[in-house]
């Protein structure tokens, strides 16, 4: 497995503002996700963060909206910018080493905007 | 892409009792099941999952069930405890084979 840390926790935002999400892990691994989660609903995928390179985003996500960073094999930032109340999920992490199948989350960051 | 369809939304049986919980998922090219539990204000935890070359796999109380030719897959949960009360999600891999698509959840409520 995988120890998958997130920074901040939580947070209550005021719209229009951003917010940055750290995601560390204990080891190196080959793939990074990053996950939304409205109120009561399912993980969507918004996007693969590529080490070295731009993420690769699903529909509905772009980068101006939700930039991502990937800097090494251990570490990655979701940016959640000028937010509105919509934006209010949890945002997950999400991990897979290389030559595995099996998917880590972190706990999550639970996001408020006001 | 993907849909996985999960059934049902909610779930309330008796300490105990088995729950099941059913997924069905349309891209016949996925090979990885895997179940995730997750906890009122904790991430998504793997519990069991399961590759397409096999078609049941047990650890202790939880078993996961596939039919690949029917395109499904369920979760059976026996004697339930009250811990077992939680948000389940099946998912299934993607085309590329790297993220998963999620089912949209089973709140199970395990009474005493």
């Known amino acids: 497995s995988a120890v998958i840390s997130q920074k901040p926790s939580r947070d209550i935002c005021q719209r229009g503002t951003s917010l940055t999400i750290q995601c560390q892990v204990d080891?190196?691994?080959?793939?990074m996700f990053w996950y939304r989660q409205q109120p009561g609903q399912s993980l969507t995928l918004i996007a693969t963060?590529?080490?070295?390179?731009?993420?690769?985003?699903e529909s509905g996500f772009v980068i101006d909206k939700f930039p991502i960073s990937r800097p090494n094999l251990t570490f990655s930032t979701l940016t959640v910018s000028n937010m509105s109340p919509e934006d209010s999920s949890i945002y997950l992490c999400?991990?897979?080493?290389?030559?595995?199948?099996?998917?880590?989350f972190g706990q999550g960051t639970r996001l408020t905007v006001v | 892409g993907e849909n996985v369809e999960q059934h049902p939304s909610t779930l309330s049986v008796q300490e105990g009792d088995s729950a099941v919980i059913k997924c069905t998922y349309s891209?016949?090219?996925?090979?990885?099941f895997p179940w995730y539990k997750q906890e009122l204000g904790k991430g998504p935890q793997l519990i069991i999952d399961?590759?397409?070359?096999?078609g049941e796999k047990k650890d202790q109380r939880i078993a996961v069930t596939l039919n690949k030719t029917a395109k499904h897959f369920s979760l059976h949960i026996t004697e339930t405890q009250p811990e077992d009360s939680a948000v389940y999600f099946c998912?299934?891999?993607?085309?590329?084979?790297?993220?998963?698509?999620f089912g949209k959840g089973t709140s199970l409520l395990v009474t005493p």
């Open positions: 999400s991990v897979r080493k290389g030559g595995t199948v099996e998917a880590f």
């Open positions: 080891s190196q691994v080959t793939m």
């Open positions: 963060a590529n080490q070295g390179s731009e993420a690769t985003y």
């Open positions: 891209d016949s090219a996925s090979n990885y």
């Open positions: 399961i590759r397409s070359n096999v």
């Open positions: 998912a299934a891999d993607s085309n590329s084979g790297y993220a998963l698509n």
